[in-house]
């Protein structure tokens, strides 16, 4: 953790801090045992908006799997309009909020920049449309080069639903969404100090003045709702993981992985220390934590992307279901790269145009069907070369 400073201590199980700057006044950063603050007795905490989005992803990636679906449906629970039946839920159809407004929509990377989120949404609209006219008719049909199909991962195992390039739009869609709207929420728009700092959000907080008719300050409530899109359907006392198909779930599989265990209570704590440090005024620890969260959350995408295409590289012609289905998986987390965020340069560690090469690398000819372990050894050393993590670590 980057103290620049500033002396941590633990008191009977609990955290302090204090800023030790010569120009700036000690500042006590209370950090309780989990993710609970309160004033006056009653919760501080909010997180409502982002569970439900999540909830709303979750029935939305579940029915690209539903060949009876119509473009139509499925664009209405990407885009969803308040009160119209687009999820089985009641409560997700009378709200006002959707999955496509927040995607690609942060307001470091794109409110100045509406021109690349509009293509990156309509990527996101071309993968639907390509599931329902090009994969859900050949849903029978076994697949091959150049035809989209079925195909079943070796010894009986899971069937595959893919394009002719071997690609699973479903997973580009899953996985492209960790990036696109939960990472991009996080680190680039809830997290960063233009939304946190916001016109008098400071003054603000530093004078306990909350927004009207709730029990948080502004800036409270934007730490909140960025880990909402970490933790929204999880225990934010207990954390649990796996509790969504999205970024809880692929911090469990990182986690787990004993070259990088740790790295979930290490992104809770520093959720938490820079919360306390909001109910402090402490803006040099929670600006710190923002830079670990910037590094670790960033880290699990590109990760992610390594290990995907090395497993790929072992199956590739012995097992194409399997391996298809690592590189489709592995095809949306390259997707997210775009999204994470370099804690020195405040862009994202790949630019989009270093994304679609790697996707153009991967495409080529046939797709999976012709790509090389060549190729996905240059995409995935690419990747190492700007992380701190070696390819070995990173790809069992």
């Known amino acids: 953790m980057k103290k620049s400073g500033i002396l941590f201590l633990v008191l009977g199980g609990v955290f302090l801090s204090c800023i030790n700057d010569n120009e700036v006044k000690n500042l006590q950063v209370i950090v ?14 909010s997180f409502s908006g982002q569970t439900t989005r999540i909830l709303m992803a979750e029935e939305f990636i579940a029915s690209l799997m539903d060949p009876s679906k119509s473009e139509a449906a499925l664009d209405g629970m990407f885009a969803h309009e308040e009160g119209n039946a687009d999820f089985s839920d009641a409560f997700l159809n009378a709200s006002d909020k959707n999955i496509r ?20 949404k309509a990527e996101f609209d071309t993968w639907i449309a390509n599931q329902v ?8 049909r076994d697949a091959a080069p150049g035809e989209a199909g079925k195909i079943q991962e070796a010894g009986g195992g899971s069937v595959r639903y893919v394009n002719g390039k071997g690609l699973e739009y479903n997973q580009a869609v899953t996985k492209g969404l960790i ?11 809830y997290l960063s100090p233009t939304v946190l700092d916001e016109a008098d959000n400071r003054a603000k907080n530093d004078a306990s003045i909350l927004e009207e008719g709730q029990n948080y300050t502004t800036m409270e409530h934007k730490w909140d709702e960025a880990f909402g899109y970490l933790y929204g359907l999880d225990n934010p006392q207990l954390p649990q993981l796996g509790a969504d198909s999205f970024l809880n779930k692929y911090l469990a599989r990182v986690d787990n992985d004993s070259d990088f265990k740790g790295i979930a209570p290490k992104i809770y704590d520093s959720f938490k220390l820079g919360r306390a440090a909001i109910v402090a005024g402490n803006y040099t620890v929670r600006d710190e934590q923002i830079e670990e969260l910037q ?11 390594v290990y995907y295409l090395q497993q790929a590289k072992a199956l590739l012609g012995k ?9 489709s998986e592995g095809y949306g987390f390259i997707i997210s790269l775009q999204f994470t965020r370099d804690d020195d340069t405040n862009r994202p560690y790949f630019s989009k145009a270093e994304v679609d090469a790697f996707i153009a690398q991967l ?34």
């Open 32 to 45: 309780p045992a989990t993710y609970e603050f309160t004033r006056d007795g009653n919760t501080t905490v």
């Open 101 to 120: 407004s927040k995607t690609a929509a942060s307001k470091d990377y794109f409110s100045a920049n509406t021109t690349e989120s509009n293509v990156l």
């Open 133 to 140: 006219n090009d994969v859900y008719p050949n849903w029978n």
């Open 179 to 189: 990036g696109a709207l939960m990472v991009d929420q996080i680190l680039n728009n």
């Open 295 to 305: 590094e670790d959350i960033s880290e699990i995408i590109a990760i992610r992307v």
């Open 319 to 327: 097992d194409n279901g399997a391996a298809f289905h690592d590189l």
């Open 363 to 396: 495409m080529s000819g046939n797709g999976f069907w012709d790509v090389s372990p060549e190729t996905l050894d240059e995409i995935s050393n690419s990747i190492v070369s700007r992380f701190d993590f070696t390819l070995a670590d990173a790809g069992s």
